[in-house]
């Protein structure tokens, strides 16, 4: 079993920028995709970014041109830059890789970490 523990969150001003890591307990094979989700109170939880292991990133819309998706060679797992932060932004934000093995695919999740932008 693979664990994830997210760092880099906090309180920022709008207009700030804060870079979100994910710690992988060890290096993770098979990976077919990773990302970043977030859950804003109130709200449901959607994909931020995310980046296939071709390289490819997707972005939501409300992020696009301010948020910058990568890999952590090592690891394999994701890291996030975030700019010009906005309030809409806050919520807790989750780390998560897909992998997938002779058809087989699951998830590794992170515990959350808290993002809050004041305006």
């Known amino acids: 079993q693979v664990q994830l523990v997210e760092s880099g969150g906090g309180l920022v001003q709008a207009g700030g920028s804060l870079s979100l890591s994910c710690a992988a307990s060890?290096?993770?094979?098979?990976?077919?995709?990773m990302g970043w989700y977030r859950q804003a109170a109130g709200n449901q939880r959607e994909l931020v970014a995310r980046?296939?292991?071709?390289?490819?990133?997707s972005y939501a819309d409300s992020v696009k041109g301010r948020f910058t998706i990568s890999r952590d060679n090592a690891m394999n797992t994701p890291f996030l830059q975030m700019n010009s932060l906005k309030p809409e932004d806050t919520g807790v934000y989750y780390c998560?890789?897909?992998?997938?093995?002779?058809?087989?695919?699951?998830?590794?999740w992170g515990q959350g970490t808290q993002v809050t932008v004041s305006l």
């Open positions: 980046i296939t292991k071709g390289g490819i990133t």
């Open positions: 998560n890789v897909e992998w997938i093995v002779d058809g087989f695919k699951g998830n590794y």
């Open positions: 060890r290096t993770i094979f098979n990976v077919n995709a």
